[in-house]
């Protein structure tokens, strides 16, 4: 697949960026959870910890050409037992958002997580208010499960999450389509 984008390790020193993104309430907003107050030295230490975390595996979306760090993506909450998984993605530089680089880099993860790792099927849970998210799950050619009613309490309001799952040879039949749609 001709990408535009690349993962790699993070770097001790990523924190020094990420922590701008967790401290923007637009990216906070469209994520589940609630808002953190996150510090340099907090961010810091979760950028080490993800850096040794052997049961999760958390890289950078770095732009091809300038290596400009934009994002990070995860391979988490991995069940081996049941070859499933969780893959969050964001764009925290938001000069880069809709461009595309989150469906390209959730592509390069899926491959490898299906075909690496040996998984089976990788879920997600998008809030209900964040279309772009949900329609980005589309392209990559996740179902819908459900809705989760009310399952996240944000800034004072209850928010539903959908559901939505891919399962490896539905991801093959989309990763060929994507990979001859962006030769």
Known sequence: MNT?????ALEADD???SVNWRNDSEISNLVGGPKYFVSSEREKEWVRNAIFDNSKLVLAICIKGSNKYIGNIMLEDIDYVN???????????????NKGYATEARM??????????GLQRIVAYVLESNIASLKM????GYKVEGVLRNSVYKN???????MLSILRDEFDVKYREYCEKYK
């Open 4 to 8: 535009r984008i690349y993962l790699r």
């Open 15 to 17: 924190y020094k960026t």
């Open 83 to 97: 070859r499933s998984a969780h893959v969050p993605v964001f764009i925290g530089d938001k000069t880069e958002w």
């Open 108 to 117: 390069l993860m899926l491959e490898y997580a299906f075909h690496q790792r």
């Open 137 to 140: 799950h589309e392209k990559c």
């Open 156 to 162: 004072g309001v209850f928010h539903n999450q959908v």
